[in-house]
């Protein structure tokens, strides 16, 4: 059916719409409703200071705007123009400069449009190719209930990850996200797989090995190696921006750090009860 694309429609044409709808006794039809500016934001939020439509006109589409007048003056030649009795020719200008922007801003959004659609027929070109944040798209797969399509998604940039490009921060994220998506589905071997695989300078994933080996592989001497990384890692106040948590700083710092020291003493207990020392 027909649906209204718009970019920030949700916060500002939406509402307005509506307004005008009820102030003049009009039943507003009811319409899908695609803000553009919601993918832009999932997928280049991340990495641009700005996801105006002028920012990711500059960025995706490749494209800067000249003798356009800035959007804030709009209003202001608007109501102008409707208030006066005869248009001077500066009016006149400024509206037709105003005409250009309004037709712009709609071929920007239908091309926007297109792009972001088409990150989700064909995720990994838009990782590639067009900069689209992985765990971004992976996260509204997963929303959307397509579970295997983020899956599917994190499994090519990990087999991929020699040729691909992507930051060591990014393949930090997907190589997590991907453990995590394995580890629901009970697949251990990918799980492991991957856990094994993860940048042993990263404070996240010298954890995981650790939980691997004394958990899985019942193998307490290498996890207690990993653990002890870990720590080391931990305890280094560089690392401290990798503590995934909510109450990120040095309260969540020295949680970490407690967490992995009674790791360690346990693993040091299993140790030794083993060999039999007291």
């Not at 934001?41 to 006109?57: H, P, T, V």
């Not at 926007?112 to 838009?126: G, I, K």
């Not at 994190?154 to 930090?172: A, K, P, Q, V």
Request: glycine share 4%; hydrophobic share 40%; charged share 30%.
């Amino acid at each position: 059916g027909d649906c209204i694309a718009s970019y920030n429609g949700a916060t500002f044409d939406i509402p307005l719409l509506r307004s005008r709808c009820i102030l003049n006794g009009i039943v507003m039809p009811a319409r899908l409703h695609i803000d553009v500016l919601h993918d832009c934001r999932r997928f280049w939020g991340k990495i641009l200071d700005s996801c105006s439509l002028a920012s990711m006109e500059r960025f995706v589409l490749n494209k800067t705007r000249e003798f356009d007048i800035p959007g804030a003056a709009i209003p202001k030649v608007w109501l102008d123009y409707v208030k006066s009795d005869s248009l001077s020719e500066n009016q006149k200008e400024l509206m037709e400069l105003v005409w250009q922007h309004n037709i712009m801003d709609v071929v920007s959004l239908a091309r926007l449009f297109f792009h972001t659609e088409s990150a989700y027929r064909d995720p990994y070109r838009a990782v590639i190719e067009d900069a689209v944040d992985p765990l971004g798209l992976v996260h509204r797969f997963c929303k959307l209930g397509r579970l295997e399509d983020a899956k599917s998604l994190l499994y090519m940039i990990y087999r991929n990850h020699e040729e691909n490009g992507l930051s060591t921060e990014i393949m930090r994220r997907v190589h997590q996200y991907l453990a995590k998506l394995a580890r629901k589905d009970k697949d251990w071997d990918l799980f492991s797989e991957v856990v094994l695989s993860m940048d042993d300078e990263y404070l996240y994933g010298c954890v995981a090995k650790a939980k691997l080996f004394e958990h899985r592989f019942k193998d307490e001497e290498t996890a207690l190696i990993w653990a002890r990384k870990a720590h080391n890692l931990a305890c280094n106040s560089n690392y401290s921006s990798t503590i995934e948590r909510k109450d990120k700083g040095i309260g969540a710092q020295l949680s970490v750090i407690g967490s992995l020291d009674q790791r360690i003493a346990r693993l040091e207990r299993k140790i030794a009860k083993r060999k039999g020392v007291s």
